[in-house]
């Protein structure tokens, strides 16, 4: 499986946005960039996936670069409810697996 | 009611005994898997199924097993449990007959807390 490459940790202020950007150097053609959230003491929760272009949901804003080998979820405004630990995931098309790494904790200062 | 529930949702246990953990969901997906984590760690898959009768083993499935009763219904059990199988386990469960783009987007339960003691 591809591998991906997040800090450990960021910071960011309530209701300002926030870039967690993610590295993929390895990305294939055929994989797709999923991220997903874990809340404290909850199950992991899906955010938003992509494979070449920008996409935008509900949550929040996922932005790939050209080559593919990075990305960056953005929080439009982040509120302290998005403190969580963040994953960058890459999958195959009809993969069966999610290949989880440690991820990277965002802490939201009121 | 939640989509994916699991129950128990917190045990304690003895070196050597069995142990079983359950999941249901009623979001009639046909994929369900189970992963464990550890503090500080990610989750790692410990088996999936695809369905009823396909049932495979994921990249930590030593001392443990599965059981896929239903659609709805997948069991993990622990036949004698250890003290390092001490951890976080959540169900997941994905429809790729729904999923187009076959990207296989996981839905988790709010995850079982096992001490092995």
């Known amino acids: 499986d591809a591998k991906t490459t997040q800090p450990n940790s960021m910071e960011s202020n309530e209701e300002e946005p926030v870039h967690l950007p993610c590295n993929h150097s390895?990305?294939?053609?055929?994989?797709?960039i999923h991220w997903y959230r874990q809340l404290p003491s909850q199950g992991p929760e899906y955010v938003i996936h992509?494979?070449?272009s920008n996409v935008n949901n509900r949550m929040a804003s996922l932005a790939i670069a050209e080559d593919r080998k990075s990305s960056t979820l953005i929080l439009h405004r982040a509120t302290l409810r998005d403190a969580a630990v963040y994953y960058c995931?890459?999958?195959?098309?009809?993969?069966?697996?999610?290949?989880f790494g440690k991820g990277m904790k965002l802490t939201v200062n009121p | 009611d939640a989509d994916v529930t699991q129950t128990p949702r917190n045990r304690i246990t003895k070196t050597g005994k069995r142990i079983m953990l359950e999941c249901s969901q009623t979001?009639?997906?046909?994929?369900m898997y189970w992963y464990r984590q550890d503090p500080g760690l990610g989750l790692r898959l410990i088996y999936y199924?695809?369905?009823?009768?396909?049932?495979n083993k994921g990249e930590i499935s030593d001392g443990y097993s599965v059981s896929r009763q239903a659609q709805a219904k997948f069991s993990l059990s622990l036949e004698s449990a250890i003290p390092n199988q001490t951890a976080l386990y959540f169900c997941?469960?994905?429809?790729?007959?729904?999923?187009?783009?076959?990207?296989?987007?996981?839905?988790f339960g709010p995850g079982t807390r096992l001490t092995v003691l």
């Open positions: 390895t990305i294939s053609g055929t994989d797709y």
């Open positions: 992509g494979l070449t």
């Open positions: 199924s695809f369905d009823v009768k396909d049932i």
């Open positions: 995931i890459l999958t195959q098309g009809g993969s069966e697996k999610l290949v």
């Open positions: 997941a469960t994905s429809d790729l007959r729904a999923d187009r783009v076959r990207t296989d987007t996981q839905y």
């Open positions: 979001k009639g997906h046909d994929r």
